[in-house]
């Protein structure tokens, strides 16, 4: 079966940096594609970036231009660049993985921007 293990959130102010990794682990057949989503409570979960096995991205409109996403093929590993962060992005992140044999979520991991 597969896991992902996500990590990196935390407390960061306000125009601060973090960056969050999502690993991937278990009988994969193949890996389509991974993405990052969000969720505060009483909203719908939000894709947030999205990346294909070839590369190509794609990201939600309130984040262009300060998130990146990236991942290593040879880890299975995602990950999630946010830099100019600021209080809106809170939010528990959810790492996503598209397989030839399902999709997959991570467990979530809570970012909080605040001073």
């Known amino acids: 079966q597969v896991q992902l293990v996500e990590s990196g959130g935390g407390l960061v102010q306000p125009g601060g940096s973090l960056r969050l990794s999502c690993a991937a682990s278990g009988s994969i057949l193949g890996i389509k594609a991974m993405s990052w989503y969000r969720q505060v409570p009483g909203k719908q979960r939000e894709l947030v970036a999205h990346i294909t096995s070839g590369g190509a991205t794609n990201y939600a409109d309130s984040v262009k231009g300060r998130f990146t996403i990236s991942r290593d093929n040879a880890q299975n590993t995602v990950y999630l660049q946010m830099n100019s962060l600021k209080p809106e992005d809170t939010a528990v992140y959810y790492c996503?993985?598209?397989?030839?044999?399902?999709?997959?979520w991570g467990q979530g991991t809570q970012v909080t921007v605040s001073s």
């Open positions: 996503k993985l598209w397989s030839f044999m399902g999709d997959y």
